[in-house]
Nanobody, 118 residues
Framework: QVQLVESGGDSVQAGGSLKLSCVAS????????MGWYRQAPGQARELVSR???????SYAESAKGRFTISRDNTNNTLYLQMDNLKTGDTAVYYC????????????WGQGTQVTVSS
């Protein structure tokens, strides 16, 4: 059974930092492209950062210079270090496994809430 379990969401003030974690089950770490996505109220889910199948990281423009994605393949854990948080970063953050040998629908975690206040 494939599971993605996120943690680390919290309420912080603008300028603060958070580190999100996602523990994955199964062999999806080696089969799929792993990444972080977010969805703010009333908005579509959007990519924040992800690794492609070659292990190359990419970032949304809004995340560049502030967020860092990393992974621990031994423990099947994906991380997102978020620094200099802004109120516009407020959203539910999801760990997603897509592409590669994943099924077309991919896999998603349950999400973790990040709230940034001014």
């Amino acid at each position: 059974q494939v599971q993605l379990v996120e943690s680390g969401g919290d309420s912080v003030q603008a300028g603060g930092s958070l580190k999100l974690s996602c523990v994955a089950s199964g062999d999806i770490f080696s089969s799929c492209g792993m990444g972080w996505y977010r969805q703010a109220p009333g908005q579509a889910r959007e990519l924040v950062s992800r690794f492609n199948n070659n292990g190359i990281a990419s970032y949304a423009e809004s995340a560049k210079g502030r967020f860092t994605i990393s992974r621990d393949n031994t423990n099947n854990t994906l991380y997102l270090q978020m620094d200099n948080l802004k109120t516009g970063d407020t959203a539910v953050y999801y760990c997603g496994a897509r592409g590669g040998r994943c099924p077309p629908s991919g896999y998603w975690g349950q999400g973790t809430q990040v709230t940034v206040s001014s």
